[in-house]
């Protein structure tokens, strides 16, 4: 590995972004991407738009890369999931017979962009904070670490809404925790503290309050220290990504989604006064 | 084993501590979202709070409708 003072640069229009949801930068072996979307980091088409940039910058930074960092700039939150109001909205301004389709393709977005993260050659680690529901849970899950800050809460809320997570959550949730624990998850909705998901060995380590990205710094530059082809062929050794099941779950999501009661039950969560209207 | 006293007890220690309320200004049969003004995001990190003092797990099913301390405390009771 070169040392920091001859360490190649990528270039440098790679090196950083700075969007409307996410921005990322590239220092010293290390890319840290940065959620920023008011209110809660909800996972919509844009965000989905500023992730494909990433993941097609992901081959020119792998080279000099030796591990990413996702982290929150929202206080309180990691990501609560799904856009829910976006979601609603397009079902409103699309036919029955279309809503599916379109569901499907930003299904496919979605997962594409969470693949390539899953595989990036890298390591990947998410210093979670605050609340990580739904879609943000499933984005931790792709990472190949995570670190939570020990007053983070942790849920898959889709049953209450009438689908099933669909941006991977299901598959990868069973490849790293008990089918037993995923179907608690899954059937009551219920939030799970960081200290929980550490039993389960979902999370990795534990933070002090507002430590997470310190901790998630530290762990960047141990696992920069040894060799990358190594560590790539490890992880991929290691960490098998469900493609079978993956595409399972978006047709199983696809076919829930249509139906009213999904309909009605985004009706009330955006008809919702409530700040945090993400446990319905 | 705590009693369901030693409990409540606690658990007005914790959200005073917590909301920054001075100790003794909170009584079990209050209502926590109406005495403190708190939203469901600090009712969650209170749930957490909470979690992690008792060792227990408290899902938040078993909670909703649940607004004074002393039901709180007795949900709590029959984790511990």
Same mark, same amino acid.
């Given at each position: 590995?070169?040392s920091?003072?001859t360490?190649?640069?990528?270039?440098?229009?790679?090196?950083?972004f700075?969007?409307?949801? =996410?921005?990322w930068?590239?220092r010293?072996?290390?890319?840290?991407?940065?959620?920023?979307?008011?209110p809660?980091?909800?996972i919509?088409t844009?965000?989905v738009? +500023?992730?494909?940039?990433?993941?097609?910058?992901i081959?020119?930074?792998a080279k000099?890369?030796?591990a990413?960092?996702?982290?929150?700039a929202?206080?309180q939150v990691?990501?609560?999931?799904?856009?829910?109001? +976006?979601m609603?909205?397009?079902?409103?301004?699309?036919?029955?017979?279309?809503?599916?389709?379109?569901?499907?393709?930003?299904l496919?977005?979605?997962?594409?962009?969470?693949?390539?993260?899953?595989?990036?050659?890298?390591?990947?680690?998410?210093?979670?904070?605050?609340?990580?529901f739904?879609g943000?849970?499933?984005?931790a899950?792709?990472?190949?670490i995570?670190?939570?800050?020990?007053?983070?809460?942790?849920?898959?809320?889709e049953?209450? =809404?009438?689908?099933?997570?669909?941006f991977?959550?299901i598959?990868?949730?069973?490849?790293?925790?008990?089918?037993a624990?995923?179907?608690d998850? =899954?059937?009551?909705?219920?939030?799970?503290?960081?200290?929980?998901?550490?039993a389960?060995?979902i999370?990795?380590?534990?933070?002090g309050?507002?430590e997470?990205?310190?901790?998630?710094?530290?762990?960047a530059?141990?696992?920069?220290?040894?060799?990358?082809?190594?560590?790539?062929a490890a992880?991929?050794?290691?960490?098998?990504?469900?493609y079978a099941?993956?595409?399972r779950?978006?047709?199983?999501f696809?076919?829930?989604?249509?139906?009213?009661?999904?309909i009605?039950?985004l009706?009330?969560?955006?008809?919702?006064?409530d700040?945090?209207?993400y446990?319905? | 084993?705590?009693?369901?006293?030693q409990?409540?007890?606690?658990?007005?220690?914790?959200?005073?501590? %917590?909301?920054?309320?001075?100790?003794g200004?909170?009584?079990?049969?209050?209502?926590?979202?109406?005495?403190?003004?708190?939203?469901?995001?600090?009712?969650?990190?209170?749930?957490?709070?909470l979690?992690n %003092?008792?060792?227990?797990?408290?899902?938040?099913y078993?909670?909703?409708?649940?607004?004074?301390?002393?039901?709180?405390?007795?949900?709590i009771?029959?984790?511990?």
């Amino acid at each position: 590995m070169p040392s920091r003072k001859t360490q190649i640069q990528p270039p440098t229009s790679l090196k950083t972004f700075k969007g409307r949801t =996410l921005s990322w930068e590239w220092r010293d072996g290390v890319v840290e991407v940065l959620l920023d979307h008011a209110p809660a980091n909800e996972i919509g088409t844009l965000m989905v738009a +500023e992730f494909e940039r990433f993941v097609a910058a992901i081959p020119t930074l792998a080279k000099d890369t030796a591990a990413c960092i996702l982290s929150s700039a929202r206080p309180q939150v990691f990501s609560a999931g799904g856009d829910l109001r +976006e979601m609603y909205q397009t079902a409103m301004t699309t036919s029955p017979k279309k809503r599916v389709g379109e569901v499907r393709k930003f299904l496919n977005r979605i997962h594409a962009v969470a693949n390539a993260i899953d595989t990036a050659p890298f390591v990947t680690i998410a210093a979670v904070h605050g609340v990580c529901f739904g879609g943000g849970f499933e984005l931790a899950l792709v990472c190949d670490i995570i670190v939570a800050d020990k007053m983070a809460r942790f849920a898959f809320p889709e049953l209450r =809404l009438g689908f099933i997570p669909g941006f991977g959550g299901i598959p990868r949730l069973k490849r790293d925790a008990s089918n037993a624990f995923a179907r608690d998850l =899954l059937f009551t909705g219920r939030t799970v503290n960081a200290a929980r998901l550490q039993a389960c060995g979902i999370v990795s380590q534990l933070a002090g309050e507002g430590e997470a990205l310190r901790i998630a710094r530290s762990i960047a530059v141990q696992t920069s220290k040894y060799d990358a082809e190594t560590r790539k062929a490890a992880k991929s050794f290691l960490k098998p990504v469900p493609y079978a099941e993956l595409k399972r779950e978006i047709d199983l999501f696809c076919k829930l989604f249509n139906r009213p009661t999904v309909i009605e039950s985004l009706k009330k969560f955006v008809e919702s006064r409530d700040a945090m209207p993400y446990l319905p | 084993m705590r009693t369901l006293e030693q409990t409540t007890a606690e658990v007005l220690q914790l959200a005073s501590t %917590h909301f920054k309320v001075p100790a003794g200004s909170l009584s079990p049969e209050d209502d926590f979202f109406k005495k403190l003004g708190i939203d469901s995001l600090q009712a969650l990190e209170m749930l957490t709070r909470l979690e992690n %003092h008792f060792g227990i797990e408290l899902p938040d099913y078993e909670v909703q409708g649940v607004s004074d301390f002393r039901t709180l405390a007795s949900r709590i009771q029959s984790r511990l």
